[in-house]
Structure formats: C-alpha cells, structure tokens
C-alpha cells in the first residue's frame, strides 16, 4: 500500500471533523476571516530513518491547532483530540495508530502533536552483474 502526505494529513482532518463537527477544520493555514473556534491540521516534520538493506522508517508529525473562543473547556478539546487521534483511516481500510501524543497551550492555543510511523520497503533495483557486461569498444593502433 502506497501512502502519500497529502492522504495522511487528510486522515488527520477527517478524524478531527468527526470529533469537533461544529468546528470548521482547516489544512495548514486558516484564513484571516476565520470565525473561533476552528482547528488547523499541519505536518510539523517528517523524518525517514534507514534501517535494514531497502527498509526504511517513515514518522510523520502532525500539529493540531485548536483555537477556542474561550479558554474554557480546553482540557476536554484536549481529551477529545487525543482520543480522535489515535487511530485515523486516509483511505477505508487503511488504519494508521497515532503514538507519542502530547499537547501543551502557547498563548491560549492548544497543540497537539501525533506521531505516524509505519515501515517502508523500497522498490528493488536491477542489479547488473559482471557476467552480463558487453565490451565495446577497441584498442587504437
């Protein structure tokens, strides 16, 4: 199964869409004129770490802003992105488990960060070996 940013930043939204439906859910930036509250969904880094031959590990950082009209009841948006977060689906039948969740408040917005990391194996590449050389070519007299 292929997985690309863009599906797995979309898993992230529609996990967050189904726990704040009356939130509008925005990627990476909202606008200006957005209306409070809302939540912004942003890939905060992503790192591929090599591991065995072809064998690589791929962990994806999410942020999600969640930006209240009040200061009120943010331990609760804090629980309920946690719980929307640990598993999210970018296609049916594709579930990913979100770990290392944390979340903190910077100037009376909540962040919380996910974890996606999942194994990745790298297409094979065809080898030519020395007994399958042809020499061209020729020697100048």
């Known amino acids: 199964m292929e997985v690309t940013t863009g599906q797995l930043r979309n898993g992230v ?11 509008e859910v925005y990627a990476e930036t909202a606008p200006e004129t957005a209306v409070k509250p809302y939540l912004v969904v942003g890939l905060q880094s992503q790192t591929q770490q090599p591991e ?8 994806y950082t999410f942020d999600v802003r969640y930006v209240p009209d ?10 309920r992105l ?12 594709s579930p990913f488990r979100g770990g290392g969740i944390r979340h ?15 194994r990745v194996v790298a297409a094979r ?14 020697l100048k007299l």
Do not use: S
Request: aromatic share 10%.
């Open 52 to 59: 065995l031959n072809r064998r690589y590990r791929w962990t």
């Open 125 to 138: 590449t065809e080898e030519t070996f020395m007994q399958q050389l042809v020499q061209e070519g020729g």
């Open 70 to 79: 009040t200061t009120v009841g943010g331990d609760t948006a804090a629980d």
């Open 104 to 118: 903190e408040w910077k100037e009376g917005v909540l962040h919380v960060a996910v974890d996606y990391t999942f």
């Open 82 to 93: 946690t719980e929307a977060l640990k598993r999210i689906a970018p296609e049916p039948g």
């Open 13 to 23: 939204v529609l996990a967050v869409q189904a726990a704040f439906p009356v939130c």
